[in-house]
């Protein structure tokens, strides 16, 4: 892709979405600035344009996550772990793959069981017209399945974007996005990878407007084929996946999501855990 076309891009995905973004730093609102990159109203931080889209992981926002008791040791596993993800999506994705059905496609790779296909199926449905966040898209293929959403895209890596695709690079645990704002967030897959899962965890109940649902999927710690399989690796002195630096049982989810929504559903499939939260009860501050 041309300059030229990059900043076209980046224009319309600026026209649609601006409303919905804010400064990470102080959650100011933001604006164009002679450059072409986005500048904070309230504190005057700017973020550049990388490949078309914006970029809100700077020095200044890593600078902020050590000051909410982020180690620099764990965020150079963070930025190793990232490494080991985007090889591996690299190599599984394809455009293939992003046209298949998505109750087929799920049913495929995760071989999950109907109540899970449905409430997905429900989840579509239910974002027609709304403002959807996708946090850690990966290569945004999911995408497809919202063309009558306001679909958004978020996640630190932008290699593997699809152009066209309304996405901004940033880190779940600074969001750059308004608060109140969205009517659906979708996390596939993610809450391994994160640098800091409560950090990440406070966003996304600052971002999800009153009313708001949550869709989220992890590994399943508690799951038998999980414990043997980690066993097995520990008998043969096989250390974990790089890019996974959390683990998670039903427990975490129950004690920080419990109090925040009207319906909580926390349900074991194959191996992972399912998250459904159906009516937030609260707005954000």
Not at 2 to 11: A, E, K, L, R
Not at 83 to 106: C, G, I, M, Q, V
Not at 109 to 133: C, F, M, N, S, T
Not at 199 to 217: D, K, Q
């Amino acid at each position: 892709m041309t300059p030229n076309q990059q900043t076209n891009v980046f224009n319309v995905l600026i026209d649609a979405f601006i409303r919905s973004l804010a400064c990470p730093l102080c959650l100011g609102s933001l604006e164009h600035d002679n450059r072409g990159a986005l500048l904070c109203r309230l504190c005057n931080a700017n973020f550049p344009v990388r490949a078309g889209f914006p970029s809100f992981i700077t020095p200044r926002v890593l600078k902020l996550l050590t000051s909410r008791g982020v180690s620099e040791s764990l965020l150079g596993r963070w930025a190793e772990s990232m490494e080991s993800t985007y090889s591996w999506r690299n190599k599984k994705d394809s455009h293939a793959r992003s046209r298949a059905p998505f109750s087929r496609k799920l049913t495929k790779e995760h071989r999950l069981d109907p109540e899970v296909i449905y409430k997905l199926l429900d989840l579509i449905q239910l974002a027609k017209g709304k403002w959807v966040l996708d946090l850690g898209c990966g290569t945004a293929l999911r995408a497809n399945h919202f063309p009558d959403s306001n679909y958004l895209g978020l996640d630190p890596c932008v290699a593997a974007i699809n152009h066209g695709v309304p996405f901004v690079q940033g880190i779940a645990e600074c969001l750059p996005l308004q608060s109140n704002f969205f009517d659906v967030l979708l996390s596939i897959d993610v809450f391994d990878h994160l640098i800091s899962p409560d950090l990440a965890m406070a966003e996304i109940l600052r971002v999800l407007r009153p009313g708001g649902c949550l869709y989220l999927s992890v590994g399943d710690t508690e799951d038998e084929a999980y414990l043997l399989h980690k066993q097995s690796r520990q008998m043969f002195g096989i250390s974990e996946v790089k890019a996974h630096l959390h683990r998670f049982d039903s427990s975490f989810f129950q004690m920080r999501l419990g109090d925040a929504f009207s319906e909580l559903e926390i349900h074991r499939s194959k191996g992972y855990l399912f998250v459904h939260g159906k009516g937030k009860l609260y707005e954000s501050k």
